[in-house]
């Protein structure tokens, strides 16, 4: 995101079978990121509905949606021209 962004250098991006799921991916990595690197979002929206969750962790912004909402707004498409990066795994 840098080169086309001022306020963050990455968006991470996932995707949850439904809003349950989204949450629960939400705050796998906020506790993961909280536990082991004490490491706390400046903001978090979207938790009450769960279809996008987004958590501003300033360098790094996470966005977990549910499938319809991710089709819906297509941030792949919108910032098209940023680089990209695969999670290691």
Excluded at 18 to 24: I, V
Excluded at 27 to 38: P, S
Aim: charged fraction near 25%; aromatic fraction near 10%; proline fraction near 4%.
């Amino acid at each position: 995101m840098r080169s086309v962004c001022d306020y963050t250098d990455y968006f991470v991006l996932a995707t949850g079978r439904n809003a349950r799921q989204t949450k629960a991916i939400h705050d796998e990595v906020a506790g993961a990121l909280k536990q082991a690197h004490r490491l706390l979002p400046r903001s978090v929206s979207g938790l009450p509905e769960a279809t996008w969750i987004v958590g501003d962790y300033l360098d790094v912004v996470l966005h977990v949606f549910t499938p319809e909402t991710r089709a819906y707004y297509r941030l792949e498409d919108l910032w098209h021209d940023v680089p990209k990066v695969a999670a290691a795994g």
